[in-house]
């Protein structure tokens, strides 16, 4: 047995009580849940070895009415029978006192009475039990956590017990709440690095910086986090009561909670004014939504512009400063505060209670989902436990060779949250956890990667794509959002050419875990399909180019001259024939790419995937580097899984669905983008064939199953509308639009426009560093989402494409005045002529697009709408309204 357990680990493993039952318990006491849940992380408990009759003296303890009666009767009893246990410390028999009536218990008893009398341990014996918590006063040694790491005994025969021989390794029940170091020295040290080393003998000048490590120190003692966030989530939504659920927190309340903790923590007088305050504020709000990216990466005085070094006196008043050096000095000081602010006590914040995970709000907004981390924890681990029995089977070692490496099959696990449950994706290693050289085996994993991988996805996919091109019948390859919407147009365009516009039945659905449940024998069958014509010592020369710019006008310079023309073979040639050699006037020449080919043997190319499917791992948890394979299907995110999925289910349509497509009166389309299916057809006797197979036992044998839950049967078509006198055409049902992988669909017409327009906020703070660059990938954004919204006038009228677009000019205009307030903020200077420019390629590159597009000309009403939206804009951003006059004089 254990010498020693944190409390939480002591019921589950010692009493008998699960954690999960304790959870479960503990979830109804919301207002000072996160305080119980301290208590059960700090505190020790050591087991007796004496030769007390635990059960005897249960019996012996009469039952009590209350929690505070029952702690009263304990100790009379403990003191009654002589039993050595500091739990009566400080108690006199009221009988011997005349001051006391001899009914009651002497009130005044010691501190570790009033502490075992607190609510917070009221609420564990509520979770436990009577018995399970007698045993705990009675059978154990308690020490609970005091200030400066040491540890006061509350219970038990009273011995000295120095925290420092409490093992680390004892497992943590949730993150505690301490997000400071465990003393204000270390606290300086990690503020100031090199400087603090030997905080002991710091110059007078760091007086002041003392203070309010100190200051900064006792408040967060003071603080009550636990019940601050408690109040906050107690707000929003009661649901946390249940701990089956994972509970989402809005980002507006994580917001508000670091700055209540900022307040409570540093004050003013950390900050010197409200005006230091009000910029800190910013910046801390802007961490919270946007992560580490949104910190300036060399912060300094320039980059805090309105912040005023004179108004924080603990760093010195102006006029106590002696000189240059001086004054560096105190400036160095007051950055190396507010990076460590910003970057490390912001960060230990928002992760010691929320999991973060990026999400896309109706309308296009981009914001962060909190999940706090008991929930995140308990949830994810018993649906990890589900999946791992359900899909993998532990591999015989650990991850300890580095060829598991080389073949990059090894990979972490990371969860993505969804509505019922979670999305597993594997991100693979770059190098083992425990190797030596790191850095080695990375660029080994990207060389083999680069090298042997991606040509490998890209020959499957090109005899892919051969293979559909020799089929009498193949649906339409969907690898974007762009090309569903492409397909869904071309399909109505076939529609409106046979004049079937008028009725058509419309079937939705998608498959139950896609990449999880795919069968491994019938995957690898579809590979060996796609070479079966080929001789068996075929050779594939797969071309990879460098990369270059887009626009780049050097292209020849990527060329160079080969003399050696026996090993060709080993550089990118246009073909691979005689014709392609370009004679220049020596036979012993020619002109080839400068980047290495990809060669592959037929045999290498089936071994290859066999290895990648059979033995492909994964690492589940943290706690082992135990490697988990795979009963059936592949892992989703690594490398070839996408592809290998999209060839088993391009063959299952194009095998299994195509007499759906043989009768000559119907007109009949399946789109699908990886799991998600859409089949659309003028006869609804075909839905119902294509819904029949799809259900049927033949497809699930083999990993294709319906997921009957997000099944639709619906219908479309232009006899949906009526014409009321006097108004425009409506719907007949009151859900006039089909949601489909991110595109609404108007069932009527089959027009489509983005269901969410991505905000590119987030993606330009990850890599933009100046305005230059904010002008280029906004402007490459925006060109992005020019091609699902402007189309053919054939297929969509002006006026639905005119509301696209105007949506799509909103979240850009909406990201392009805050990212300008940020840069502004962050010390970079505007120039109204650039912004001009920007606003300028923004017109131009629609009306390219759009003429493009159609001959129909709508010049004027695009320029009207955009210089009407940035009119509007103007009145909340004056950049913007400087703009306006030159769109004006356009």
């Not at 009675?138 to 000295?160: A, W």
């Not at 006792?218 to 636990?226: A, I, L, P, R, V």
């Amino acid at each position: 047995m254990k010498q020693h357990f944190r409390l939480i680990d002591y019921f589950s493993e010692v009493a008998g009580i699960s954690r999960d039952d304790i959870i479960t318990k503990l979830e109804k006491h919301i207002t000072i849940q996160a305080e119980v849940v301290k208590v059960l992380q700090n505190t020790i408990v050591v087991p007796e070895k004496d030769d007390l009759d635990l059960s005897h003296h249960i019996k012996g303890i009469s039952g009590s009415d209350s929690y505070i009666e029952f702690i009263d009767t304990v100790i009379i009893y403990v003191s009654s029978k002589k039993i050595k246990n500091c739990i009566c410390d400080g108690y006199e028999d009221p009988a011997k006192k005349l001051s006391y009536s001899a009914d009651y218990f002497n009130p005044y008893g010691s501190f570790k009475v009033n502490v075992l009398k607190n609510k917070l341990w009221q609420c564990i014996y509520n979770i436990v039990g009577k018995d399970k918590f007698l045993v705990l006063l009675l059978g154990t040694r308690v020490y609970i956590r005091g200030g400066n790491g040491t540890y006061i005994q509350l219970c038990g025969n009273e011995i000295p017990y120095s925290f420092k021989n409490f093992d680390s390794s004892l497992s943590q029940f949730v993150p505690n709440f301490d997000i400071l170091p465990e003393s204000v020295q270390e606290l300086m040290i990690e503020i100031l690095g090199d400087e603090g080393m030997v905080v002991s003998n710091l110059p007078k000048k760091y007086n002041g910086f003392q203070d309010v490590c100190y200051k900064v120190y006792s408040n967060h003692e003071k603080c009550n986090y636990g019940q601050i966030l408690s109040n906050l989530k107690s707000k929003i939504d009661n649901s946390m009561l249940d701990p089956t659920t994972v509970i989402k927190s809005d980002v507006g309340i994580v917001v508000k909670f670091t700055l209540i903790i900022m307040g409570k923590i540093f004050g003013g007088f950390v900050w010197g004014n409200k005006r230091n305050k009000s910029v800190i504020s910013k910046m801390t709000i802007n961490y919270v939504k946007y992560g580490v990216r949104a910190i300036p990466s060399d912060i300094n005085l320039r980059s805090l512009k309105s912040f005023s070094l004179k108004a924080v006196e603990w760093v010195g008043t102006q006029s106590r400063i002696a000189n240059v050096q001086d004054l560096n000095m105190r400036s160095s000081l007051i950055i190396k505060f507010i990076s460590w602010y910003l970057c490390t006590f912001l960060k230990r914040l928002v992760c010691k209670f929320w999991k973060r995970i990026p999400r896309n709000a109706p309308g296009g907004k981009f914001y962060m989902e909190y999940y706090p981390i008991e929930q995140w924890s308990i949830r994810s681990k018993r649906w990890l436990k589900e999946y791992t029995d359900s899909f993998l089977y532990p591999s015989n070692g650990e991850l300890t060779k580095s060829s598991d490496c080389e073949n990059n099959f090894v990979g972490s696990t990371k969860l993505i949250p969804k509505a019922e449950g979670f999305r597993l994706l594997c991100i693979p290693l770059r190098s083992r956890p425990l190797a030596m050289n790191q850095q080695e085996e990375e660029i080994r994993y990207n060389v083999h990667l680069r090298n042997f991988v991606k040509p490998l996805q890209y020959l499957i996919m090109t005899k892919d794509r051969e293979l559909s091109k020799s089929r009498t019948f193949s649906h339409p390859r969907s690898f974007s959002i762009q090309d569903v919407a492409k397909h869904i147009k071309n399909f109505k365009g076939q529609l409106s050419k046979c004049g079937r516009m008028d009725k058509f039945y419309i079937l939705k659905f998608d498959m139950k875990h896609c990449y999880d449940n795919m069968d491994q024998d019938r995957m690898l069958s579809c590979i060996e399909k796609l070479f079966e014509n080929d001789e068996d010592n075929k050779t594939y020369f797969v071309r990879r180019y460098r990369e270059r710019f887009m626009y780049s006008d050097e292209r020849d310079k990527s060329k160079f001259i080969v003399n050696d023309l026996e090993n060709l073979d080993l550089f990118n040639v246009d073909k691979w024939d005689e014709d392609t050699k370009i004679q220049l006037g020596n036979d012993n020449k020619a002109l080839v790419d400068k980047c290495v080919t990809a060669k592959f043997k037929k045999k290498e190319v089936i071994d290859a995937v066999d290895d990648y499917i059979r033995n492909s791992a994964i690492i589940v948890g943290n706690s082992s580097l135990k490697l988990y394979k795979r009963r059936k299907g592949v892992f989703q995110g690594f490398p070839l899984s996408a592809t290998l999925c999209n060839i088993f289910y391009n063959q299952l349509i194009d095998e299994e669905l195509n007499f759906t497509f043989q009768e000559a009166n119907q007109i009949s389309t399946l789109i699908r983008l990886v799991d998600d299916f859409l089949f659309i057809s003028t006869s609804q006797e075909n839905c119902q064939k294509v819904y029949s197979k799809v259900s049927s036992d033949e497809f699930k044998a083999i990993g294709a199953i319906l997921s009957e839950k997000k099944t639709s049967w619906i219908e479309g078509g232009l006899s949906l509308r009526i014409n009321v006198p006097g108004q425009d055409d409506e719907i007949k049902d009151e859900e006039s639009q089909l949601s489909f992988v991110g595109l609404s669909i108007d069932r009527a017409t089959l027009a489509t426009k983005p269901l969410d327009i991505s905000d590119p906020t987030r993606l330009v703070l990850e890599r933009c560093n100046n305005f230059k660059e904010l002008y280029s990938f906004l402007l490459w954004w925006y060109k992005a989402q020019l091609k699902p919204n402007l189309i053919s006038l054939e297929y969509a009228p002006f006026e639905q494409q005119h509301g696209n677009l105007k949506g799509v000019w909103r979240a850009l205009i909406d990201s392009f005045t805050s990212l300008t307030d940020h840069f502004i903020k962050n010390g970079h200077s505007v120039s109204i002529h650039n912004h001009s420019l920007f606003i300028l390629g923004i017109l131009e590159a629609t009306l390219n697009k759009w003429n493009y597009t159609n001959k129909q000309k709508y010049n004027t009403q695009i320029c009207n709408s955009l210089t009407k939206l940035l009119t509007d804009q103007a009145t909340i951003d004056k950049h913007i309204e400087q703009v306006c006059y030159i769109l004006h004089y356009l």
